[in-house]
């Protein structure tokens, strides 16, 4: 009896919230939010509902958290918790308006993290996919769309960010309360904060809508290269999308250990501060997709919100295919189908390995999702033509503004501006798993750039005649890089590389070096492992280049290929760290440590630094380089084993996997084996 009683509640609970937004329309969430030493969050919500028509039980999400008390706006009321939903049972009449307040403690395990930095920490969010209700008791149903109004309490050194517009900052004793307040509503899981040690900028769109940078004391040379081309991509948006910017403000915020590379929280986005790059690291690693992508989904994904997960292509499909065009408004035309071709790649991969989806399947993959679903509004964009399909994209956004929607709200309107029958291109693009390559080849070939590219992958491009007597024509070789688009040449100098024998290759080779052109060169030290001697003095050059990634490459191939001068390499890059990973300085590191007779007295201080890199304070993206390091040395000491174990417990799932398979592979070591299991057994303690 007992059991189907717990199964008539759970029924009950699923039932209610899936039907709830039918019966009850929440309105608005005003929550105050505070923490305590040892992470956990107190708050407070004020919950403003109206009844649509009688319903038997409201239900709330909150995930293991204490209620300390449950209230009307005059008493307290009697209410029902399992540890993930309050359940409570009015009776009230349709067309009234309701209060409901909720007082709480919490430690959240997920969709809220606390975490460390060398100086400082933070304190961030990450709702969906985990759901804030972990944190705030809320409504995880993203067809539910209220306006949250979060207030903050914290440590007056710290700033504290949040959707919304900054409305009021109220000074206690030490600590600062920061009130945000949204003017429209969004899903749950788009509620954000993120609490650090900020500094900002602060510019405007061509609109006036300000657009506010956040960065880190430490790091405000890199302001400009990382956020270069916001106000340009803000400004296209706009005027592409055809709608106006929907929220007060726009936010960006940095954040270290980031789940992701960035999320499109509402007015807010969060993103991983692996992006808050230099000038060299622009050139390989900038955030300017990143950027555009997370602000295309203000419109696409918070504007306009998805019902369920078969139509998640509505916001990342779309999310990817503004961004691409924000970018070819930047870098231009043959960028735009270079981009195109690299993502048929990455679908035709996909496809090969028999894992293609269509993409209203909701278990579809990223790579569907966003590729795919680029790919299909191109594809559209190009059949109902431009003045058709910005139009239905207009309407669309209008029409659903604050609301959710399906597949066929946008398909309705294309077809009305077009006045086309979409039947087949919703079978083909949408509900099909098959990949259309012919036509997506058809598409490359539009463009010199991606025609080039696809007919590469079929024809190579170093051909020759020959004469009778089986020699080459001399006028029938190529005996230069083509012009253009560079991903044009660096695919021609792949080819040089992967055949030597070809009688013009080390003229293309010699072209290549001499161009200038940090990514033909870059393909030089990544292509030439086996460096020869006629182009040593050239290959050394790349040490010198303004790009991490060559001079990665060009150190290791050096050192390997030139024994005798590893002295000299290693004193010519002492200095270069990289990108936010130290790829070149983690490098350094541990060919200083293999290289016999250098600097043999700083060879512990080498080691050190290494290990110092595994700790906690560092951005996991340092530690996993450091760990790999380590393990290809073959030298762990306790404090580097200590620190693995930390990491296997890390809020990053991939860092956290990373970590577990390291010590999984090093546990099986018998020089390792007991050490980890006593430092494990002690930890447990």
């Known amino acids: 009896m007992r059991h189907l009683l717990v199964l008539f509640i759970t029924f009950l609970c699923l039932s209610a919230k899936a039907q709830q937004t039918e019966f009850i329309d929440f309105i608005s969430i005003d929550a105050e939010i505070s923490f305590e030493k040892d992470n956990t969050v107190k708050g407070r919500a004020k919950y403003i509902y109206k009844v649509l028509k009688p319903f038997d039980s409201l239900v709330i999400d909150a995930v293991n958290m204490e209620i300390t008390n449950f209230y009307d ?11 993930k939903q309050i359940v409570y049972k009015p009776e009230f009449e349709a067309n009234t308006y309701h209060e409901l307040n909720i007082v709480y403690t919490v430690n959240p395990k997920k969709a809220l993290y606390f975490v460390e930095k060398e100086n400082s920490h933070q304190i961030w969010t990450q709702g969906q996919g985990k759901y804030t209700s972990h944190w705030l008791p809320s409504i995880d149903d993203m067809n539910d769309k209220i306006e949250f109004d979060l207030e903050i309490t914290y440590d007056k050194a710290y700033q504290v960010i949040a959707n919304g517009a900054l409305i009021d900052k109220r000074s206690n ?28 900028q602060v510019i405007s769109s061509k609109s006036g809508i300000p657009i506010e940078l956040y960065y880190y004391p430490e790091d405000s040379a ?15 948006l706009e005027d592409e999308i055809g709608v106006s910017y929907p929220w007060q403000n726009y936010k960006q915020v940095p954040v270290k250990d980031f789940l992701y590379s960035g999320m499109e929280n509402t007015s ?13 690291s622009f050139v390989d690693k900038n955030y300017v997709n990143v950027n555009a992508h997370e602000l295309a989904h203000q419109w696409f994904g918070d504007l306009v919100t998805e019902t369920s997960g078969t139509h998640h292509w509505l916001q990342e499909g779309f999310a990817t295919y503004y961004a691409l065009l924000a970018e070819r408004d930047i870098f231009g035309e043959d960028y735009y189908y270079w981009q195109l071709y690299q993502y048929a790649q990455e679908l035709i991969a996909q496809d090969a390995a028999g894992e293609s989806t269509a993409l209203l399947n909701p278990k579809s993959s990223s790579t569907t999702f966003y590729k795919k679903g680029a790919w299909a509004l191109h ?9 058709a399909f910005k139009k239905a994209v207009k309407i669309y956004l209008k029409a659903n503004a604050f609301k959710n929607v399906e597949t066929n709200d946008f398909i309705k309107e294309v077809e009305k501006t077009s006045g086309q029958d979409l039947t087949g291109f919703v ?20 463009n010199e750039t991606s025609s080039f590219l696809v007919t590469m992958k079929t024809d190579p491009y170093l051909s020759f005649r020959t004469d009778a007597d089986d020699n080459y024509i001399l006028s029938s070789l190529i005996t230069e890089l083509p012009k253009g688009f560079y991903a044009v040449q660096v695919s021609v100098l792949e080819e040089a590389l992967s055949v030597p024998e070809y009688p013009t290759s080390d003229d293309l080779v010699e072209e290549a070096f001499q161009s200038g052109q940090i990514k033909l060169r870059q393909t030089m030290a990544l292509g030439l492992k086996t460096i020869p001697l006629k182009f040593k003095k050239k290959y050394e050059t790349l040490l010198d280049d303004q790009s991490y990634i060559t001079n990665e490459a060009a150190l290791y191939n050096l050192w390997a290929n030139f024994p005798q001068k590893r002295k000299i390499y290693l004193d010519q890059t002492k200095a270069i760290y ?24 700083n060879k512990e201080l080498f080691f050190n630094e290494l290990v110092g890199y595994t700790a906690s304070e560092h951005g996991f993206q340092l530690r996993q380089n450091a760990f790999n390091v380590l393990s290809s040395l073959g030298v762990f000491n306790q404090e580097a084993l200590l620190n ?17 398979q390291l010590l999984e592979l090093l546990s099986e070591n018998e020089k390792y084996k007991s050490i980890i299991s006593n430092l494990q057994d002690n930890q447990k303690k």
């Open 173 to 200: 004793d030490s600590t600062m309360t920061w009130h945000y307040d949204m003017q429209k509503p969004m899903s749950s899981y788009l509620v954000a904060l993120a609490i650090g040690k900020y500094k900002k």
């Open 644 to 660: 693995l174990i930390a990491a296997s417990r890390h809020h990053n799932w991939r860092f956290k996997s990373f970590a577990k």
């Open 222 to 236: 890199k302001v400009e290269p990382t956020y270069r081309y916001t106000k340009q991509l803000f400004d296209f």
């Open 379 to 387: 594809v559209l964009r190009e059949k109902v033509g431009d003045k």
């Open 268 to 280: 807010c986005t969060i993103f991983s501060d692996y992006f808050m790059i230099d000038r060299t």
């Open 578 to 601: 990289g990108f936010n990973d130290y790829n070149v300085r983690t490098l350094w590191l541990a060919l200083a440590i293999a290289t016999p007779g250098y600097e043999e007295g």
């Open 427 to 446: 079978q083909q693009w949408l509900e099909s798993s098959e990949l259309l390559q012919e036509e997506m080849e058809n598409v490359l070939k539009e």
């Open 73 to 83: 706006d005059h008493y307290g009321l009697d209410f029902k918790y399992d540890g």
